[in-house]
């Protein structure tokens, strides 16, 4: 799969790039200096899983990116 920008979005007054690599894994680059600044993972049940070196910044990315509609993932119900 190629890589597909799905996407900027802004934490704590930092533009960041979203960038799907695979299946529900997306890079973040900072678009300041298009530097890597990790990557997040979206798992079965939504919970988002975090690699890179500010893992809080990471986290709020990941957040804003589900709810700006910057990544494919979509809810699905569980079933009981």
Do not use: C, N
Not at 12 to 37: K, M
Not at 45 to 64: H, L, W
Request: hydrophobic share 45%; glycine share 10%.
């Amino acid at each position: 799969m190629q890589p597909v920008v799905k996407g900027m979005v802004q934490v704590r007054s930092i533009t960041y790039r979203i960038v799907r690599v695979l299946a529900g894994q997306y890079e973040v680059v900072r678009v300041l200096d298009d530097v890597r600044v990790g990557k997040f993972s979206l798992g079965a049940r939504g919970e988002a899983i975090i690699e890179g070196d500010a893992p809080d910044v990471i986290r709020e990315v990941a957040r804003t990116a589900l709810q700006g509609g910057r990544t494919t993932w979509a809810p699905r119900r569980l079933l009981a």
